[in-house]
Antibody, heavy 120, light 112 residues
């Protein structure tokens, strides 16, 4: 059974760096083809893909946020960490992590999400 | 970036009646491997998104067969053959053929 759970601060101040951790079970990030991605959703709005890390440490980022984003993995701890620098109120959103099995099955399992509010 | 445009944005439906959502991409979603990586997600109120359909028409594990997907190239459709109460929510198309991956704006399905 695949599960993912996001953790991190729920409130950050403008200009601070957000660090979110996705802790997962039921799969290994050492398995060929597997990946973990991050997606966010501002309150009452749609979904925005942010980043993806693959089993082989290849990474992809949204071009609009690439300069502010970092994604890393710790396969031994079953964790993926996303950092977003220079937070702004427009970054207020629910942040989800999701599992990727292979090219066909992207984001087949999702975490519950964590609402992050940017406010001074 | 590929723009995904969904219509309608809101779909009031009578229980037991069909519903249909269209998704159009700004460019072809055919991958260099010949496949088309268009997915549909359902987001019930207060819940994370859930994968319904992948690669245009393949139902994910546990998805009822009243959900079906079709289309090709730049035009895709999600159909619910008979809407049930648990189908209320927002439906998103998502393309994972070309980076950056992008989503449609979402279509809200509600009961009349």
């Amino acid at each position: 059974q695949i599960t993912l759970k996001e953790s991190g601060p729920t409130v950050v101040k403008p200009t601070q760096t957000l660090t979110l951790t996705c802790t997962f079970s039921g799969f290994s990030l050492r398995t060929s083809g597997v990946g973990v991605g991050w997606i966010r959703q501002p309150p009452g709005k749609g979904l925005e893909w942010l980043a993806l890390i693959y089993w082989d440490n290849d990474k992809r980022f949204s071009p609009s946020l690439q300069s502010r984003l970092t994604i890393t993995k710790d396969s031994s701890k079953n964790q993926v960490v996303l950092t977003l620098t220079n937070m702004d109120p427009v970054d207020t959103a629910t942040y989800f992590c999701a599992h990727r099995l292979h090219m066909e099955l992207q984001f087949d399992y999702w975490g519950q999400g964590i609402l992050v509010t940017v406010s001074s | 970036d590929i723009v995904m445009t969904q219509t309608p944005l809101s779909s009031p439906v009578t229980l037991g009646q069909p519903a249909s959502i269209s998704c159009r991409s700004s460019q072809s979603l055919v991958h260099s491997d010949g496949n088309t990586y268009l997915s549909w997600l359902q987001q019930r109120p207060g819940q994370p998104p859930r994968l319904l359909i992948y690669r245009i028409s393949n139902r994910f594990s546990g998805v009822p067969d009243r959900f079906s997907g079709s289309g090709a190239g730049t035009d895709f459709t999600l159909k619910i053959s008979r809407v049930e109460p648990e189908d209320v929510g927002v439906y998103y198309c998502m393309q994972v053929t070309h980076f950056p991956w992008t989503f449609g704006q979402g279509t809200k399905v509600e009961i009349k």
